[in-house]
């Protein structure tokens, strides 16, 4: 996950954001070594979501990340050049780890025992609805910032973005060269349409109907994923 540079790089040459430490070039924030700086930096990025799914990105300052993290500020600013280049790394480490989840769950459906590639794609949103349940506010962040293009950390969103989509793809892929689904299945579109399934069903879950169980949830969509995505079976 290391493409900080092509973020330094956008900002270009020795330009600092506002946000920045003073006195930090875009070479500040050094690199993230141990255990120790791995939990801090965890720290740090849930400080960060919580705070800025609560009052906004730019009404969230450094002063108040340092203090919901429990570190000094001076910490904030060793982890990460400025207060953008550290949510543009949350995003980054949460997608990372979304990609991850369905990776997982998707090989463990296939090695099962009879596991269809549908199946693998079932798996994977079970397991997109449990990661999104334990991280509700990355995700709100996630879907927020998917609308909007000005952002300087855009491509990186766009780059993490694409690791996710590719995870869906690469079943979708395996279950038209096996003969699961169809060969004219448009599967980049397909790809973001269940990704997409997922995380907006999901929130609507979590903020409008908490009462239904995530089994419950996982059955409707799972339905929806048998009838309209993989061929009708017969009765």
Same mark, same amino acid.
């Given at each position: 996950?290391?493409?900080?540079?092509?973020?330094?790089?956008?900002?270009?040459?020795?330009?600092?954001?506002?946000?920045?430490? *003073?006195?930090?070039? *875009?070479?500040?924030?050094? *690199?993230?070594?141990?255990?120790?700086?791995?939990?801090?930096?965890?720290?740090?990025?849930?400080?960060?979501?919580?705070?800025?799914?609560? !009052?906004?990105?730019?009404?969230?300052?450094?002063?108040?990340?340092?203090?919901?993290?429990?570190?000094?500020?001076?910490?904030?600013?060793?982890?990460?050049?400025?207060?953008?280049?550290?949510?543009?790394?949350?995003? =980054?480490?949460?997608?990372?780890?979304?990609?991850?989840?369905?990776?997982?769950?998707?090989?463990?459906? /296939?090695?099962?025992?009879?596991?269809?590639?549908?199946?693998?794609?079932?798996?994977?949103?079970?397991?997109?609805?449990?990661?999104?349940?334990? &991280?509700?506010?990355?995700?709100?962040?996630?879907?927020?910032?998917?609308?909007?293009?000005?952002?300087?950390?855009?491509?990186? %969103?766009?780059?993490?973005?694409?690791?996710?989509?590719?995870?869906?793809?690469?079943?979708? =892929?395996?279950?038209?060269?096996?003969? #699961?689904?169809? #060969?004219? %299945?448009? +599967?980049?579109?397909?790809?973001?349409?269940?990704?997409?399934? +997922? %995380?907006?069903?999901?929130?609507?879950?979590? &903020?409008? !109907?908490?009462? =239904? &169980? /995530?089994?419950?949830?996982?059955? &409707?969509?799972? =339905?929806?994923?048998?009838?309209?995505?993989?061929?009708?079976?017969?009765?």
């Amino acid at each position: 996950m290391s493409t900080r540079t092509a973020h330094r790089g956008r900002h270009g040459g020795g330009v600092v954001r506002d946000d920045a430490a *003073p006195g930090a070039g *875009p070479e500040a924030a050094a *690199p993230a070594h141990g255990p120790r700086r791995g939990a801090t930096r965890r720290k740090l990025f849930d400080a960060a979501v919580t705070l800025i799914a609560e !009052q906004g990105f730019s009404a969230t300052t450094v002063d108040e990340i340092a203090e919901r993290a429990g570190v000094a500020k001076g910490t904030v600013y060793y982890n990460f050049a400025s207060k953008n280049v550290l949510y543009e790394e949350l995003l =980054r480490d949460g997608v990372d780890l979304l990609a991850a989840s369905l990776q997982d769950a998707a090989d463990r459906a /296939v090695r099962a025992g009879g596991g269809t590639r549908v199946d693998a794609l079932d798996a994977m949103i079970r397991a997109g609805l449990d990661f999104i349940a334990g &991280s509700p506010s990355l995700t709100q962040l996630y879907v927020a910032e998917l609308w909007r293009t000005n952002r300087v950390w855009q491509p990186t %969103l766009e780059s993490v973005r694409g690791r996710a989509i590719a995870v869906v793809e690469s079943v979708l =892929r395996d279950a038209i060269a096996v003969g #699961e689904l169809s #060969e004219e %299945l448009d +599967v980049p579109l397909t790809a973001s349409a269940l990704l997409g399934m +997922v %995380l907006v069903a999901a929130l609507d879950w979590l &903020s409008f !109907q908490p009462h =239904r &169980s /995530v089994e419950d949830v996982h059955a &409707s969509l799972s =339905r929806l994923l048998q009838g309209r995505v993989s061929p009708m079976r017969p009765d």
